[in-house]
């Protein structure tokens, strides 16, 4: 017992008598350590800055499953528990220590290992030192984590300096050792950013400057996430296009999953900062609190809702502003506000003031709804949302449009948005009457490459409205050294973008050498008003230049599955097998729909829902059915189906209110078993994939209504009775269930229990396809199916993302057999998913053109295909090759603005005239 010395914090203070004599010139240090954050902060004490070979293993709080995944989703994990501590005390209180901790992390003498908890947790320490000598010694005890706890905690140590407590001690260490991962580079990137912060105002800062000060210490970046290289760079192109032209007109059509609200919303924030005014949003009805949410979760500002029924203004926290009425949407609380968009398509008292409004930047989502009328038809008349945006985008600074489907059923439909544009900012596409660039038959071909311009005349019309500015974004050196000489041989500023000179009036050289030599050269297609303003970037493209990580999709049923494969589940083809009373129940339905069609100006739209909610789960076909014998309105219906359900309800016939009793009688018989509510739990208990149940993998269940949400949820909580079964869903109605007891919890909280892994099993309407992320699960089951694959998209891409453990999702795709629902999904969302996938998906406008008439619209549409497919390939090719993981490295960003000081300009309510 010789070797064995005993200390205690009791009789003498152990960093003195033990700590700074054992560590003096010591040759090594394994040290077995606790939390990872106290453990890694504490080795600035002097003792360890000479020793040459430095070994921690602590704790991290990761989850296994966070270990599987990228690395960079594990630096983001560990990030997020870094920052748990306040950034502003810290670098104030703590500067010098994590200055000498981040030359510690870069000597390359200090290695630190993190391991995951439930893997082990290490709460033993101990520590081996090997001596100046030669020697070596170990201790453990009750020693906390850090220096500190040598000095001021009680703490009792055991050294024991024989051969074999080394060796155990030793044997431990090598153990958890092995089980570690490296300390990630973002660790030491926030250690460097830390030590060097330093808060500034708005005048210390350049435009280009404030997105990173704005954004580092914002709730994303706190939360170890952060913008994506693609994000970052639409931001970048942002501020490039307002200092070259001093305002700024993009559509941004990135596909879907992509993150457009992020991008959009963060370039609003950023313009706001810089004093350009207050922000409008317009989206639809469905999206107005999802905007709100991922502005108030990811950048940590407020916004209002306007909430169209009650005339007034809705905070972050759910409280309505005081209101006189519709005059006050002109009086928003906060620098941004968030408009459905039904005001404007029912042309409303709010829709006039706003028309008389003045902006910094208008942000209109889901922009492809404003186009002319008529879908599939030819007329020109534009729809009420794109009459209101071509007056209202002449009274705003900056203009952001967002769709990621930007041409619909016809290549016109993206110059449409683009001279949308154009509207009081002419170096767009030209001034009016005189741009050639207006004619889109003639020169869509010039865009997509397929023509070119072989006479001088054709040429400079083409380069002389809009003539772009020297410095102009995406112009190759060609275009900008040709418009570069034009400007100077004709004495043009580069705030004038037209000139009305003939191409005699320019130097010779310049004609013969820079205008000439464009003639029969791919020049327009490389070089045009579209690649300019327009911004794609497609998913696979990313994932090609190593921005995303690749995950496949397995899609079930396989409609030509080997007998046996889903013992479950009877599928004919892809459609479920019912009963007898579902089929009674449906042709009652059709019947009804027939009916209304007969008398309903309005009856395609709510053909097209009343037939999608009977098609969704028995449970939402009785409950639809019972609500219209009673004449209620769903509550969660938009606007606009609202109105034309009143309508309806208030004059139904005798032959249909007999219909609907017949749908009731049928769906409530004792024999009318749900077939999708059996194959769900049959996915979810049995079905393998990769040697593990759906349940075990963590899944999402999808409904377009809450209806069937909150039915199945009950139904699966039944099921699982020690599992928790979350609800996420519309305001108010997001919550837990536990076997049959429910509790009510908002929608972060849920978001934050799926991201700890504390739930596993979430049953959603289409309120969880935005600003969800639910990379933790790995499969998803759809119950029902909107008639827009590009909705399946922007639901598969809650699991597909950035994280996600697999490398092949699991996907469940439910319709009864023998429907509507399943003759839209065999024709549409499987045939024609592939090609218009260019944008994302389907034009969503067909959801009112292709119930009665599918392969018409199939014919139709591929008129289109090849222009549409040649459009894309170009703008992908450009705006691509502007993205660069390196580029715009904001989490690096020391000099910062202070929540409080941005805080302070987003709160300032809008003016009299809005700006």
């Known amino acids: 017992m010789g070797d064995i010395r005993r200390f205690s914090s009791l009789r003498e203070r152990l960093d003195h008598v033990f700590l700074a004599e054992k560590l003096h010139n010591a040759r090594s240090y394994k040290r077995i350590a606790g939390y990872f954050r106290s453990s890694i902060f504490e080795l600035v004490g002097e003792e360890i800055e000479h020793i040459p070979d430095v070994r921690i293993i602590c704790n991290s709080e990761l989850?296994?499953?966070?270990?599987?995944?990228?690395?960079?989703?594990?630096?983001?994990?560990?990030?997020?528990?870094?920052?748990?501590?306040?950034?502003?005390?810290?670098?104030?209180?703590?500067?010098?220590?994590?200055?000498?901790?981040?030359?510690?992390?870069?000597?390359?003498?200090?290695?630190?290992?993190?391991?995951?908890?439930?893997?082990?947790?290490?709460?033993?320490?101990?520590?081996?030192?090997?001596?100046?000598?030669?020697?070596?010694?170990?201790?453990?005890?009750?020693?906390?984590?850090?220096?500190?706890?040598?000095?001021?905690?009680?703490?009792?140590?055991?050294?024991?300096?024989?051969?074999?407590?080394?060796?155990?001690?030793?044997?431990?260490?090598?153990?958890?050792?092995?089980?570690?991962?490296?300390?990630?580079?973002?660790?030491?990137?926030?250690?460097?950013?830390?030590?060097?912060?330093?808060?500034?105002?708005?005048?210390?800062?350049?435009?280009?400057?404030?997105?990173?000060?704005?954004?580092?210490e914002s709730p994303i970046y706190r939360g170890g996430e952060q913008l994506q290289p693609w994000q970052r760079s639409f931001v970048t192109s942002f501020l490039q296009?307002?200092?070259?032209?001093?305002?700024?007109?993009?559509?941004?059509?990135?596909?879907?999953?992509?993150?457009?609200?992020?991008?959009?919303?963060?370039?609003?924030?950023?313009?706001?900062?810089?004093?350009?005014?207050?922000?409008?949003?317009?989206?639809?009805?469905?999206?107005?609190?999802?905007?709100?949410?991922?502005?108030?979760?990811?950048?940590?500002?407020?916004s209002a809702v306007w909430v169209s029924n009650a005339k007034h203004w809705l905070t972050p926290d759910g409280r309505p502003v005081p209101s006189r009425g519709a005059e006050d949407i002109a009086h928003a609380p906060y620098q941004i506000a968030i408009v459905s968009t039904g005001l404007i398509v029912h042309d409303s008292e709010e829709a006039g003031i706003l028309r008389n409004l003045r902006f910094g930047t208008l942000i209109l989502d889901e922009a492809h709804k404003a186009r002319v009328r008529g879908g599939l038809k030819q007329e020109q008349e534009p729809n009420n949302l794109l009459a209101f945006m071509r007056e209202v985008v002449k009274n705003s600074k900056h203009v952001l449009l967002g769709t990621a489907t930007p041409i619909q059923t016809d290549v016109r439909e993206l110059w449409d948005l683009v001279a949308l544009l154009n509207q009081g900012a002419e170096f767009v596409m030209g001034r009016d009457y005189v741009s050639s660039w207006r004619d889109w038959?003639?020169?869509?071909?010039?865009?997509?490459?397929?023509?070119?311009?072989?006479?001088?005349?054709?040429?400079?019309?083409?380069?002389?409205?809009?003539?772009?500015?020297?410095?102009?974004?995406?112009?190759?050196?060609?275009?900008?050294?040709?418009?570069?000489?034009?400007?100077?041989?004709?004495?043009?500023?580069?705030?004038?973008?037209f000139t009305d000179a003939a191409p005699e009036s320019l130097a010779l050289m310049t004609r013969k050498m820079d205008l000439q030599s464009i003639l029969g050269t791919d020049f327009f297609h490389r070089n045009n008003p579209f690649i300019r303003h327009v911004v794609i970037r497609r998913r696979e493209a990313l994932e090609n230049a190593g921005l995303l990580d690749k995950i496949a999709v397995s899609v079930h049923p396989i409609p030509d599955a080997r007998p046996g494969t889903y013992t479950g589940a009877v599928f004919q083809g892809i459609g479920l097998m019912t009963n007898h009373p579902f089929e009674l129940a449906y042709q009652a339905a059709e019947s009804f729909v027939s009916e209304l069609s007969k008398r309903t100006k309005g009856a395609q739209l709510l053909r097209s829902i009343f037939l999608q909610r009977i098609c969704s789960s028995f449970e939402s076909g009785k409950l639809t059915v019972t609500r219209m014998l009673k004449k209620q309105l769903n509550?969660?219906?938009?606007?606009?189906?609202?109105?034309?359900?009143?309508?309806?309800?208030?004059?139904?016939?005798?032959?249909?209110?007999?219909?609907?009793?017949?749908?009731?009688?049928?769906?409530?018989?004792?024999?009318?078993?749900?077939?999708?509510?059996?194959?769900?739990?049959?996915?979810?208990?049995?079905?393998?994939?990769?040697?593990?149940?759906?349940?075990?993998?963590?899944?999402?269940?999808?409904?377009?209504?809450?209806?069937?949400?909150?039915w199945v949820a009950l139904e699966l909580a039944k099921l699982f009775p020690e599992q928790i079964v979350a609800v996420y869903a519309g305001a108010?109605?997001?919550?837990?269930?536990?076997?049959?007891?429910?509790?009510?919890?908002?929608?972060?909280?849920?978001?934050?229990?799926?991201?700890?892994?504390?739930?596993?099993?979430?049953?959603?309407?289409?309120?969880?396809?935005?600003?969800?992320?639910?990379?933790?699960?790995?499969?998803?089951?759809?119950?029902?199916?909107?008639?827009?694959?590009?909705?399946?998209?922007?639901?598969?891409?809650?699991?597909?993302?950035?994280?996600?453990?697999?490398?092949?999702?699991?996907?469940?795709?439910?319709?009864?057999?023998a429907t509507r629902d399943e003759d839209v999904y065999a024709k549409i969302s499987e045939r024609m998913k592939e090609r218009y996938d260019i944008f994302g998906g389907l034009p969503d406008c067909i959801e009112d053109d292709w119930i009665d008439n599918i392969e018409g619209f199939v014919k139709l549409a591929d008129t289109h295909l090849h222009m549409r497919k040649q459009v894309a390939n170009i703008f992908e090719t450009t705006w691509g090759s502007t993205i660069k993981s390196e580029d715009d490295r904001w989490e690096e960003c020391a000099r910062v603005l202070s929540q409080k000081d941005i805080n302070a300009v987003m709160s300032k309510p809008w003016g009299k005239r809005g700006w």
Not at 461 to 477: G, S, V, W, Y
Request: hydrophobic share 40%.
């Open 241 to 302: 296009h307002r200092n070259v032209f001093g305002k700024i007109r993009l559509l941004l059509a990135d596909e879907v999953g992509l993150g457009k609200t992020l991008s959009m919303a963060t370039a609003a924030l950023v313009a706001a900062l810089l004093g350009d005014g207050p922000v409008l949003v317009l989206c639809p009805a469905t999206l107005t609190l999802q905007w709100q949410t991922e502005i108030n979760d990811w950048l940590g500002i407020p």
């Open 635 to 710: 509550e969660h219906d938009d606007d606009d189906i609202q109105k034309v359900e009143r309508s309806v309800l208030e004059t139904l016939t005798e032959a249909e209110i007999s219909y609907l009793h017949i749908i009731l009688e049928e769906l409530s018989r004792s024999e009318a078993v749900d077939p999708k509510l059996r194959a769900v739990k049959w996915f979810l208990q049995h079905f393998q994939s990769e040697g593990k149940s759906w349940n075990e993998w963590g899944c999402i269940v999808f409904s377009q209504y809450y209806d069937t949400v909150n």
């Open 63 to 216: 989850d296994p499953n966070d270990i599987m995944v990228s690395k960079a989703a594990r630096e983001a994990a560990l990030k997020e528990r870094w920052n748990q501590m306040p950034v502003e005390t810290e670098a104030l209180m703590h500067r010098e220590q994590y200055k000498k901790l981040y030359e510690l992390l870069l000597s390359g003498r200090v290695h630190i290992k993190v391991v995951p908890k439930n893997t082990v947790f290490v709460h033993g320490k101990a520590g081996l030192i090997t001596l100046a000598n030669g020697q070596r010694t170990c201790f453990l005890g009750s020693v906390n984590d850090s220096r500190a706890a040598f000095s001021k905690n009680h703490e009792i140590l055991w050294e024991d300096q024989s051969a074999e407590g080394c060796d155990w001690v030793e044997q431990e260490f090598d153990a958890l050792w092995k089980l570690g991962h490296d300390l990630p580079d973002a660790i030491i990137t926030e250690v460097k950013r830390i030590s060097e912060r330093v808060e500034v105002s708005f005048a210390d800062l350049k435009p280009e400057e404030i997105p990173a000060a704005a954004m580092i």
């Open 732 to 817: 108010g109605k997001s919550g837990l269930y536990r076997g049959d007891q429910f509790v009510s919890i908002n929608r972060d909280s849920i978001k934050k229990m799926v991201k700890e892994r504390e739930v596993s099993l979430v049953v959603a309407t289409d309120a969880a396809c935005e600003g969800l992320n639910l990379q933790t699960l790995g499969t998803l089951i759809n119950i029902d199916l909107p008639w827009n694959p590009a909705r399946l998209e922007q639901r598969l891409g809650r699991i597909k993302r950035f994280g996600q453990a697999r490398k092949s999702v699991d996907m469940l795709n439910l319709t009864y057999h």
């Open 441 to 497: 038959e003639k020169t869509v071909p010039l865009v997509t490459g397929e023509e070119v311009v072989s006479d001088e005349m054709t040429a400079w019309n083409l380069l002389r409205a809009p003539l772009p500015a020297r410095e102009t974004p995406m112009m190759d050196q060609s275009a900008a050294r040709l418009v570069r000489m034009i400007r100077t041989d004709l004495g043009i500023p580069d705030s004038k973008f």
